[in-house]
C-alpha cells in the first residue's frame, strides 16, 4: 500500500482522474517492481513478464443506476440498445464516447412489481484509457475492470450463505474514497444504488459528529426513495462497510433508521482464503482483495 499526495488522482466521470502520470507510474513502479514483490512458485522467481490485475475504479469516477424492465428484447444487441437508452433518460451524463456495461437479475418469485432489474454502469472511455494506459506503462495488464462498492458488496455476497443472502432486505452503506454509496438489496437483487461525494477524507468518518449526521440523512433519504419506488419493500438490516468505530454510527442507525446493524467482518472475508497473517484490515485493503479473490 502507497499513501499518494493530495491532487495526484482527482475522481472525475468526465475529466482526466491522473494528474501527474509520470509521477504515479513511479509510485506504482516502486509496489510491484522485483524489489518490492517477490512471489515464488515451486521456488521459482517470479518473471519480468506483464503482470496481470484487477483495476477498480472509485464509484464516483462511473455512473451507476438501477433500471427496471417489465420486458427485455432477446437478441443482445436490441437488449444492450434498450439499456442505453434508458440509461441516457434517466441519468445526466454524456453518453457520448462512454463504455456501458449491465447486469441482469430476473425475479423468478412471481410476485408484483417488474420482472427484470439490471444493474447498469457508465464510464467514459477516455477516463478509463487513462487508468489503462498508466497500468500498461509500467507492465500490469487489466485483466478485469471493476468499481470498488460493486465489487465490495460481491466479495460480502460470497461471504455469505447462499440461503441466508438469498432472504435479506438490507441497506448497504460504504464509505471510501470520499464517498458514501448506498444500495438497498432485497432478496439477491439490487432495487437501490445511489454515490454521493462527501468531499472530505472518509477515513474515520463515522466518528465525526457533522459527518456522521451526513451520512445518517443520506442513508435515511435512500431508504425513503426505496419505499417511495417500492411501496411493499421493507428492509429490516443494514450491512456497514468503512475503516475505524462504527459503535456510534450503529447506534444511530439502530435508533433513528430502526435496523439491526452488521460491519462487513474480515473473520468472513478470511474463510474465502488468501489473507496473509498481519494483513492491513482497512477499506483499501478489503476493496484489494475483492478484485483478486
Known amino acids: 500500500m502507497s499513501l499518494l499526495a493530495d491532487g495526484m488522482i482527482k475522481p472525475s466521470p468526465t475529466e482526466e482522474n491522473v494528474q501527474d502520470p509520470s509521477a504515479l507510474a513511479d509510485r506504482i513502479r516502486a509496489l510491484t517492481g522485483p524489489d518490492s514483490v ?12 506483464p503482470q496481470r490485475i484487477a483495476l477498480l475504479l472509485p464509484d464516483t469516477v462511473v455512473r451507476t443506476t438501477i433500471l427496471h424492465f417489465e420486458k427485455l428484447p432477446v437478441r443482445r444487441e436490441e437488449r444492450e440498445a434498450l439499456i442505453r437508452w434508458r440509461f441516457g433518460q434517466e441519468q445526466l451524463f454524456p453518453l457520448s464516447g462512454a463504455k456501458v456495461s449491465s447486469q441482469v437479475f430476473h425475479d423468478r418469485s412471481g410476485g408484483k412489481g417488474p420482472s427484470h432489474t439490471v444493474l447498469t454502469v457508465a464510464v467514459q472511455e477516455s477516463v478509463l484509457k487513462q487508468y489503462e494506459s498508466l497500468c500498461e506503462s509500467v507492465g500490469l495488464i487489466p485483466q478485469e475492470v471493476g468499481v470498488t462498492s460493486l465489487w465490495v458488496f460481491d466479495l460480502w455476497r460470497r461471504a455469505s450463505s447462499a440461503s441466508h443472502w438469498r432472504s435479506r432486505d438490507c441497506l448497504w452503506v460504504s464509505v471510501a474514497d470520499r464517498a458514501l454509496t448506498t444500495m438497498i438489496c432485497h432478496h439477491g437483487r439490487l432495487l437501490l444504488y445511489r454515490c454521493k461525494l462527501l468531499g472530505a477524507e472518509t477515513t474515520d468518518a463515522l466518528t465525526k459528529p457533522d459527518m456522521l449526521n451526513k451520512i445518517l440523512e443520506e442513508c435515511g433519504a435512500s431508504l425513503e426513495i426505496c419505499q417511495q ?22 447506534e444511530l442507525v439502530e435508533t433513528e433508521l430502526r435496523l439491526s446493524v452488521e460491519q462487513l ?9 488468501r489473507v496473509a497473517s498481519g494483513s492491513d484490515r482497512g477499506m483499501t485493503s478489503l476493496a484489494a482483495m475483492a478484485g483478486v479473490l
Open 38 to 49: 517477490r512471489q515464488s512458485v515451486g521456488g521459482a522467481i517470479r518473471s519480468d513478464l
Open 229 to 250: 419506488q417500492h411501496p411493499s419493500e421493507v428492509v429490516t438490516e443494514a450491512v456497514i462497510c468503512a475503516d475505524g468505530d462504527i459503535s456510534a454510527f450503529q
Open 265 to 273: 467482518a474480515w473473520d468472513s472475508i478470511e474463510a474465502l482464503g
